[in-house]
């Protein structure tokens, strides 16, 4: 049974880097899959980050392209996720996701199962 | 980018009615990519409905999907009481980007 687990610091100083790490248990991300990061904001709704596939392959949201990197460490079984200048319209629970694709080229597909999320704050 | 909008905001029914919740995207959605999740509080999303009428593993057979092109429905014929909850649609057919809906809380009359 494939899970995933969130981990990363709970505070953020706005204009600083957030950095998150997705630890994936009962399958290896080499084998197949992208995976996926998506944020919802408290009490509102759901927003794709971006995703990966275990070559390294990215596919960002435009709307946050500028500002984020996700990266795969196969060695680890693990992915993160790094969103810099922040502020406190990034905070936000984090949640990370297996995704199957069905567009390649944008990296579109629906996201099964999900971690249980990581709540981060922005503020001084 | 393909805005989807759903309705109701929220919908207040009794155990063991039929809920029918709409999702409809602002263009066509290619291939009817359209998925549906269920969130409850403190939750993450779980999967219920993929490729708009396909269910996911476990998801039992109260819930369906259907839909094609701007319109598709969630039904879960007979709630229970464990279905309260948000419900999101996503679409994955269309870039640059899969993109959600803005949600409907289903809860209790």
């Known amino acids: 049974q494939v899970q995933l687990q969130e981990s990363g610091p709970g505070l953020v100083k706005p204009s600083e880097t957030l950095s998150l790490t997705c630890a994936v248990s009962g399958y290896s991300i080499s084998s197949g899959y992208y995976w996926g990061w998506i944020r919802q904001p408290p009490g509102k709704g759901l927003e794709w980050i971006g995703s990966i596939y275990h070559s390294g392959s990215t596919y960002y949201n435009p709307s946050l392209k500028s500002r984020v990197t996700i990266s795969v460490d196969t060695s680890k079984n693990q992915f993160s996720l790094k969103l810099s200048s922040v502020t406190a319209a990034d905070t936000a629970v984090y949640y990370c996701?297996?995704?199957?694709?069905?567009?390649?080229?944008?990296?579109?597909?629906?996201?099964?199962?999900w971690g249980q999320g990581t709540l981060v704050t922005v503020s001084s | 980018e393909i805005v989807l909008t759903q309705s109701p905001g929220t919908l207040s029914l009794s155990p063991g009615e039929r809920a029918t919740l709409s999702c409809r995207a602002s263009q066509s959605v290619s291939s009817s990519y359209l998925a549906w999740y269920q969130q409850k509080p403190g939750q993450a999303p779980r999967l219920l409905i993929y490729?708009?009428?396909s269910r996911a593993t476990g998801i039992p057979d109260r819930f369906s999907g259907s839909g094609s092109g701007t319109d598709f429905t969630l039904t879960i014929s007979r709630l229970e009481p464990e279905d309260f909850a948000v419900y999101y649609c996503?679409?994955?057919?269309?870039?640059?980007?899969?993109?959600f809906g803005q949600g409907t809380k289903l809860e209790i009359k």
């Open positions: 996701a297996r995704s199957v694709i069905v567009v390649v080229v944008a990296a579109l597909g629906w996201f099964d199962p």
């Open positions: 490729g708009a009428s």
């Open positions: 996503q679409q994955y057919g269309s870039s640059p980007q899969n993109t």
